[in-house]
């Protein structure tokens, strides 16, 4: 089994991701980290040197060789939105798009905005305009996963949603 979580960062994607690993007793994975230990720097590190459209290229050959058929996937939060990966993705394995209201993504994200290479250098009132245009601009996106789930609810909650989704 191979199931890929999408959504928007700061949506759970990793939390949820690896304690769903454990529960289905598979490998956990995310592309970031994937994407990180091949080119050896941090994703932060890559996007400061060589921007967004290299990230993205980065992300489009990740989909277009993947060789992993057993799972556990957490995505970046535009990996499914470029180059047609959604329908990629959906080939591949069960896509889940985690859900989560704007102002637990705010609030999530705000503790680690340093840690964010799209949204480290802007004010309070930017960052949360950025967010919200970018979940405006995904959320199509990401409703083509095969099943949505409501990321904010307690992870056992979400858990079991996945599970009986899986089943």
């Not at 091949?38 to 921007?51: P, R």
């Not at 459209?53 to 957490?74: H, M, P, Q």
């Not at 705000?110 to 009132?125: D, G, I, Q, Y």
Request: glycine share 6%; hydrophobic share 45%; aromatic share 8%.
């Amino acid at each position: 089994m191979l199931v890929f979580l999408i959504g928007m960062m700061g949506s759970g994607k990793t939390t949820v991701g690896r304690e769903l690993a454990i529960r289905l007793n598979v490998p956990f994975y995310d592309t970031d980290q994937i994407i990180s230990s091949e080119v050896g720097m941090s994703i932060s590190a890559y996007f400061e040197k060589f921007g967004k459209d290299s990230f993205r290229v980065k992300e489009l050959e990740l989909v277009n060789n993947w060789s992993i058929a057993t799972g556990v996937v957490a995505t970046g939060g535009g990996l499914p939105v470029y180059n047609a990966n959604i329908e990629k993705l959906k080939a591949l394995g069960k896509v889940i798009y985690l859900r989560c209201d704007i102002s637990a993504i705010i609030s999530r994200l705000s503790k680690a905005k340093n840690e964010r290479p799209l949204l480290s250098m802007l004010t309070a009132n930017e960052f949360e305009m950025k967010i919200k245009t970018l979940r405006l601009e995904r959320h199509l996106t990401y409703a083509k996963a095969h099943f949505t789930i409501d990321a904010n609810h307690r992870i056992e909650v979400i858990l079991s949603e996945i599970l009986t989704e899986l089943s």
